[in-house]
């Protein structure tokens, strides 16, 4: 089974704050994503990888950044914390390889970070 | 205008019943398409993927693709109260990586 492991269920952080939010998964995938998940808003791309050290904006990349130095493990910076920033983060991962294209593979997530920012 | 589109709900059923869940996309070109369940608080588990035109089961779960109406659904039978939970839809779009989710239906399974 796929294995994606985010490093806090429950954050609570200051405003101004530098915030760090860990994903790792154990299934050697190549593709992994940071999403947030807003009442009304559904699931929004913050950042995307499709391999060590590349980063792809997604739709809402401002205010946050994103570092990929080993192949497991894709973590979520929060430069300088804002209360806007308060939502449920979500991590997830896909192959890139095999039968289907590189991004055809499904997504697989994990249990999720509720960071609440005061 | 949005992509993918599903009626927020709630989509109530007995116990036993068939849940029908249906889902619209606006992309022509989608190739790759996703079922996801999410309870209350917690993450999307993926239920099932399909990229053929067809039917594919899997246990009580069958995903249904119409790509020249650009419909997707599930369908839940021998729905039981634990089935109780919102259900994305999610489709690749027209750009290279994006996969993009409907808002979700919310289904209650009564006792």
């Known amino acids: 089974d796929v294995k994606v492991t985010q490093s806090s269920r429950y954050l609570v952080k200051r405003t101004g704050e530098k915030v760090f939010l860990e994903c790792v998964q154990d299934?050697?995938?190549?593709?992994m994503f940071w999403y947030r998940q807003d009442p009304g808003l559904g699931l929004r791309l913050i950042y995307f990888?499709?391999?060590?050290?590349?980063?792809e904006k997604g739709d809402i990349p401002e205010g946050y950044s994103v570092s990929r130095e080993k192949k497991e493990r894709f973590s979520l910076i929060l430069e300088s914390a804002s209360t806007n920033q308060t939502s449920m983060y979500l991590c997830?991962?896909?192959?890139?390889?095999?039968?289907?294209?590189?991004?055809?593979?499904?997504?697989?997530f994990g249990d999720g970070t509720r960071l609440s920012i005061l | 205008q949005k992509e993918v589109e599903q009626n927020s709900g709630p989509l109530s059923v007995p116990e036993g019943a068939i849940a029908s869940l249906n889902c619209t996309y606006s992309?022509?070109?989608?190739?790759?398409f996703f079922w996801y369940r999410q309870y209350s608080g917690k993450s999307p588990e993926l239920i099932m993927s399909?990229?053929?035109?067809g039917d594919k089961e899997d246990g009580r779960f069958t995903a249904q693709l119409n790509k020249a109406s650009q419909y997707v659904s599930l369908l839940i039978r021998d729905s039981q109260p634990s089935d109780s939970a919102t259900y994305l839809c999610?489709?690749?779009?027209?750009?290279?990586?994006?996969?993009?989710f409907g808002s979700g239906t919310r289904l209650l399974v009564r006792p």
């Open positions: 299934m050697d995938h190549e593709n």
């Open positions: 999610a489709v690749r779009g027209d750009s290279s990586y994006k996969l993009i």
């Open positions: 399909i990229y053929s035109n």
């Open positions: 990888s499709y391999d060590v050290k590349m980063k």
């Open positions: 997830a991962s896909s192959f890139r390889h095999g039968t289907r294209g590189a991004w055809d593979q499904p997504q697989h």
């Open positions: 992309d022509r070109v989608s190739q790759s």
